[in-house]
């Protein structure tokens, strides 16, 4: 009689093990997510920055000179648009920051790169530096003709 009661008090360790490994796996799980989607926020915001800073080429020096440059305001275009489609990680403290734009003039593409610092929605514990940038492109149509 008295071995089955030690059998069955056994039974508590044992699931207070599953139960906890099933907790950090889920916690684990969770935190992969965020940086996930938060990267893919990243993204989205240098497609938005790649395509405003296309559409703030200077027409009228390229109708002119066929040289394709930016007007003043392209970088600043380029960061507010890349802020507005960061919604989650500015909720979250994290700016994106326009690092780079230029121009590749034979194909008539614009490139901008967008750089944010992710280390916040990494896990403590991790020694990660968590930056992490993409760079998106945007075609310009340009006609020498009006």
């Not at 960061?86 to 734009?101: M, R």
Request: aromatic content about 8%; glycine content about 8%.
């Amino acid at each position: 009689m008295r071995k089955k009661i030690l059998e069955r008090g056994q039974l508590i360790p044992f699931f207070i093990f599953i139960i906890m490994a099933l907790g950090l796996m889920t916690a684990v799980g969770l935190q992969i997510g965020r940086i996930v989607y938060a990267r893919g926020e990243v993204g989205k915001a240098a497609d938005a920055a790649a395509l405003s800073a296309a559409a703030r080429l200077d027409v009228v020096t390229y109708r002119e000179s066929g040289q394709l440059i930016f007007l003043p305001d392209a970088a600043a275009t380029a960061q507010d648009y890349a802020s507005r489609n960061a919604s989650f990680l500015i909720s979250h403290g994290i700016g994106v920051t326009v690092t780079q734009i230029w121009i590749d003039s034979g194909s008539q593409v614009v490139f901008v790169t967008v750089a944010a610092d992710l280390a916040s929605l990494l896990p403590g514990f991790l020694q990660h530096r968590g930056s992490y940038s993409v760079t998106c492109y945007a075609r310009a149509r340009m006609q020498s003709n009006p």
